[in-house]
């Protein structure tokens, strides 16, 4: 099998003729490996996984220049796996720099259960990691929790996610705004990655495609531009297995269990994916490497026939309607 040297920008076909024996230790120091990365044909040991990993985000964060001095980071924490290691790497990346700070920025949702670990977990490694924390509920800001609210609608679950996401959305970007942040970090994988292309590709919402990337800035100059806070996500070329098997292995607070509401096109394309992946190795990392070189082109596109970015009438937040997709929702 072909060793990369790089993350590929292809799809690999998956080769069983690898040894087992060559599969169980380090490519590197012959000791234990934890894991076998199909993609690269090596196996890692625990320290040499984890400085891969502390690398190619370290490496990821400087090419795409996600921090610049004078930086408020503020990085959103559900206490799930993926926030938990971006959290715990933008600190071990920038946490000495005297020119640059990171907060963290939780929110409650309200969903009985599934989340109200995550949260604790959440304080727990802000605590670990002498993070400044902030936490916000979507009872405060919409009058109601999101199970009062799914119970009010009689959403389905497939329907769920949808008004979770943009709440969330608002949510952080307001107080992100008031908080004087000035990136807002955002712990997303490959595979989220992959998944949310793939989803804007079959609904054809193209405008939303644009949204994605490694760093997504709307232009100052556009009117409005400057209401949004840009967002940055350090972990967008790692699979998600590795970031679950780095949260364990470095040994960060998260909650495992997925929240009981999962569910809609996500999943389906995830599922699709994830069988795609198994036959033909590094089909990920080609989603998203494909999609980022047809990004600039589908920008300049879109860029000439977009409109000034409107304020909402109720809330005042940015959205490209009179009124908000949330206030639409809670309001
Ligand atoms: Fe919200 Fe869906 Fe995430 Fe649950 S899985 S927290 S409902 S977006
Ligand atoms: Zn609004």
Redesign the pocket.
């Known amino acids: 099998m072909q060793v990369r040297k790089d993350w590929p920008q292809a799809a690999l076909p998956a080769n069983p003729a690898l040894g087992v024996m060559q599969k169980s230790k380090c490519s590197k120091c012959g000791a234990k490996a934890v894991i076998f990365r199909d993609y690269e044909g090596v196996a890692l040991c625990r320290g040499h996984f984890l400085r891969s990993i502390e690398k190619r985000v370290k490496k990821v964060v400087r090419k795409h220049g996600m921090i610049e001095p004078g930086d408020r980071i503020g990085v959103a924490l559900s206490g799930g796996k993926d926030s938990a290691v971006a959290l715990h790497l933008m600190n071990m990346i920038v946490g000495n720099r005297p020119d640059v700070s990171i907060i963290a920025i939780s929110i409650n949702e309200g969903i009985r259960g599934s989340r109200d670990l995550a949260l604790k977990k959440s304080v727990e490694l802000c605590k670990k990691l002498d993070i400044e924390q902030h936490t916000f509920s979507y009872k405060e800001e919409f009058g109601k929790s999101l199970d009062e609210k799914v119970k009010e609608m009689g959403l389905g679950k497939d329907d769920v996610c949808g008004l979770c996401g943009v709440s969330r959305r ?1 949510i952080l970007n307001k107080k992100a705004r008031e908080l004087k942040v000035t990136k807002l970090c955002f712990g997303m994988n490959l595979d989220d990655e992959a998944e949310s292309i793939m989803m804007n590709y079959v609904r054809g919402d193209i405008p939303r495609a644009c949204r994605l990337g490694p760093v997504t800035k709307y232009s100052t100059k556009r009117k409005g531009g400057d209401m949004f806070i840009p967002r940055i996500k350090p972990l967008r070329w790692i699979p998600e297995k590795e970031v679950g098997l780095y949260a364990r292995l470095a040994g960060l607070p998260f909650r495992p269990k997925e929240c009981k509401y999962r569910g809609g096109l996500r999943v389906d394309v995830e599922k699709a994916l994830l069988d795609l992946e198994k036959k033909h190795v590094g089909l990920m990392f080609t989603v998203v490497n494909t999609f980022d070189r047809m990004l600039p082109g589908i920008k300049k596109t879109l860029d000439s026939k977009e409109t000034a970015i409107k304020k ?1 009438k ?4 940015p ?1 490209s309607h009179e ?2 997709k ?3 929702l809670w ?1």
């Not at 109720?314 to 937040?317: K, Q, T």
Request: hydrophobic fraction near 30%.
């Open positions: 608002w909402c109720i809330c005042g937040e959205g009124v908000c949330a206030c639409e309001r």
